[in-house]
């Protein structure tokens, strides 16, 4: 069923503001837990930001491509991989949170003018098939918000180990 005009606005509201979550969770991990890892497979804060940033720019032309082209695939990526593929803790942290930042930031104004037909657009996802503008949204909305209370729960597991 798709979103009350309502319903969407809070959602961008909550993309707005996921930088920020990111940013005040980052801010209480002290240099000595960026790069731990609460088990073997999992991401320590340091990859988690970095994957943040991978996705956000990810996320960024995906939106572009649903509203302009007319039948728009999405492709799939393998998160693991990539942060694997381009060792996510010898990338810098400070970059990639700006990009996490700057990618919103030019997104956001995007999402405050799509119109109701815009909001109705769909392509097709390489994984998940169908894909519309709404589930963008969706997935999206909560993204950095989940991520941030991941880096929290790594805190509290590098504490308490």
């Not at 798709?2 to 990111?22: K, S, V």
């Not at 497979?41 to 939106?63: P, Q, Y």
Request: proline fraction near 6%; glycine fraction near 4%; charged fraction near 30%.
């Amino acid at each position: 069923m798709p979103f009350t005009t309502a319903e969407r606005a809070a959602m961008i509201e909550r993309y707005a503001h996921g930088p920020t979550l990111l940013k005040r969770a980052l801010a209480k991990v002290p240099a000595d837990a960026l790069k731990w890892k609460p088990a073997p497979g999992k991401w320590s804060a340091h990859e988690i930001v970095v994957h943040c940033a991978d996705s956000e720019t990810n996320a960024h032309m995906r939106l572009r491509y649903l509203l302009a082209e007319p039948e728009p695939v999405i492709v799939g990526y393998d998160q693991d991989r990539w942060a694997m593929a381009f060792d996510y803790h010898a990338h810098p942290l400070e970059p990639a949170l700006a990009t996490v930042e700057a990618v919103r930031a030019n997104t956001l104004p995007l999402l405050k003018r799509m119109t109701d037909k815009d909001w109705q657009k769909t392509g097709r996802h390489t994984e998940s098939g169908r894909y519309a503008t709404e589930d963008w949204l969706a997935i999206y909305a909560e993204h950095l918000e989940k991520h941030s209370r991941q880096i929290e729960r790594n805190l509290s597991e590098w504490k308490s180990r």
